[in-house]
């Protein structure tokens, strides 16, 4: 049985991936996080110019390593837009940057859109991709969880209308606001991501590649006891770690990538081996290989200097580790390059289209 | 004075050309003229499938030495979308194949749009340029020249909504009927297109890139006299030919490329060459690098050989002609990448786009 998909999805999803169908995109959408890091650099408040520069520097320096490249419409795209190589996708972020409590419990967290922008505008812009970051636990109450699936649903409806690729990312959190670092966190982990994966794979959502978190914690996984990472103690043993990205992969209608949450190169490249060996198609990561560069900020040469150097080593580190990715036409999803069609073809596409 | 372009157009200019900056653009958007030539080699009237077949074979074998490929929605996208690889741009034909001749003078022609196609389809297939072709003769009646005017202004405004680069192409024709190589045209020739790209280089035409017709015959030039294609006697010579060159590049406000009318190869190259060193960003030509494939068709082995052989080493001479070609960004309308910036820019952006 053929798949079929619209010719403006199927023409953007190729330019996001490889010629060999496997993801390796970089991100450098990050909004508060980065905001506190340069502040933390320079002991003073951020500056929308200083957030700016540096996505500039990183996009500027990194973007050739990668695939495609997401970054953000407030201080990314107006600055970095000439620094993306022409063979090099564009995604946009969609979101405002972190989460809102208000009308979700204790804990709990909502997404919400950047304001006055929209799918028309990203579409406009020339981007080859939508993402959308929820924060979504599936033990939250059902006013939260409501309310990350009917955005996710409404940007999806979006997407599908201009036919744009959606890429939906969701990052769990604790409920009790306690660390997500945790032994206990830890061992939730794997059924957290796995259940989630099995809700935004739903049709309804219209999601085309999920960007999810490694489905357990390596910092306490018994084979890494002599990394630096180590915690001091273990959830599970490296096999049940590959049996949840299986489980995951297994579950997931959809090809996934895997994000870096910021965690260190290290665990990172080991996160992308293993699930690169069981399901997935690559990686959507940003401060894994980066993150380094910024305490050195606002010294130019040092933070060009670290990107060329240290940070180019991460990415290709990170690109050596995708060698086993299945490509994301080869998901089951899809079932291979040849039992794709366009899902209106013939000779009045143009009609219809 | 820097140079202002929005984000959307770009982007997507960037796609179109190499890194360099040059265009090595391949048109396989024929569609009267394919009909007629796959009639000719099977000696009956040319179906639909055998049309979007033929087109087929062109662009899987050849897109990869193109920098974008320029194809029609008609018997193009839906069946050659697959075959065009992830770093080579796309443009899209918006004008009906041919021309109208009702409600213009004797001999006078008109464009018309593809019916039930528009730039909103266009812009949502994941294009990234509309092409337009318009028969123009800047002496026809005031009927036919503003009929064609009126069009390529619709079409701008339409592209300039959503940010979609237009490349305009126009094509003079001759106004008794008579045939366009004689020696009497190409004495007209120079300044019908010079006459021309005035015109359509206007700011209310919204035009980005021109594809104009080379602005001399060397069929008609006297040092080709030992030249196949030389037609025995003489209009110019090459220096006046260069000179018509210079004159078109002083007059046009836009990057421009050359087309090839389906002229031989050899003439082509020469074509290019000697625009290329004259101001031109390059060419988009279909015709004179893979048109003595058509006549193989239905043997499909033997097309694809043809395509494979002589038809890209006839890509690689064209690509090899445009090396001393002007970068559309150091064309005098941008005055070289350090002095484009985006039209708006600045923390509004995401909101004032």
């Not at 804990?107 to 929209?118: K, M």
């Not at 924060?135 to 409404?154: E, V």
């Not at 036919?163 to 830890?186: M, Q």
Request: glycine share 6%.
């Amino acid at each position: 049985m053929p798949v079929t998909i619209s010719g403006g999805k199927l023409r953007r999803i190729t330019r996001l991936a490889g010629e060999n169908g496997r993801f390796r995109m970089m991100a450098a959408d990050q909004r508060g996080s980065m905001q506190k890091a340069i502040a933390s650099a320079t002991g003073k408040e951020a500056t929308y110019e200083q957030v700016a520069e540096m996505k500039t520097l990183i996009t500027r320096t990194l973007s050739s390593n990668s695939t495609a490249v997401l970054t953000d419409p407030i201080f990314g795209y107006p600055y970095s837009i000439m620094d993306i190589p022409r063979d090099v996708g564009l995604l946009l972020a969609f979101e405002e940057s972190g989460y809102v409590d208000d009308g979700v419990g204790e804990n709990e967290r909502a997404s919400v859109q950047i304001v006055n922008w929209d799918i028309e505008k990203a579409i406009r812009s020339g981007i080859d991709a939508i993402k959308l970051l929820i924060y979504y636990h599936p033990d939250a109450s059902l006013n939260a969880c409501n309310h990350q699936q009917n955005f996710t649903k409404y940007v999806g409806e979006q997407c599908e209308k201009f036919d744009l690729p959606f890429l939906l990312e969701f990052v769990c959190y604790s409920l009790d606001g306690e660390s997500t670092n945790s032994l206990e966190f830890a061992k939730q982990k794997p059924d957290l991501v796995i259940r989630s994966v099995e809700e935004f794979t739903k049709p309804e959502y219209k999601v085309d590649i999920l960007k999810v978190e490694f489905p357990a914690n390596l910092k306490f996984t018994e084979e890494y006891k002599d990394w630096d990472f180590y915690a001091g103690e273990s959830a599970y043993t490296l096999s049940e770690v590959e049996e949840f990205c299986q489980d995951l992969d297994a579950k997931s209608t959809l090809p996934w990538v895997i994000l870096s949450a910021g965690v260190d190169i290290e665990e990172f490249i080991e996160n992308v081996k293993i699930s690169s060996a069981n399901g997935a198609s690559g990686f959507l990561c940003g401060r894994a290989i980066w993150k380094d560069a910024v305490p050195l900020y606002p010294d130019k040469d040092a933070v060009t200097k670290f990107l060329l150097g240290e940070a180019t080593v991460n990415f290709e580190n990170s690109n050596a580790a995708v060698s086993n990715a299945t490509p994301w036409f080869n998901h089951k999803r899809f079932g291979g390059l040849k039992n794709i069609e366009l899902d209106k073809k013939g000779e009045n596409w143009y009609e219809i289209y």
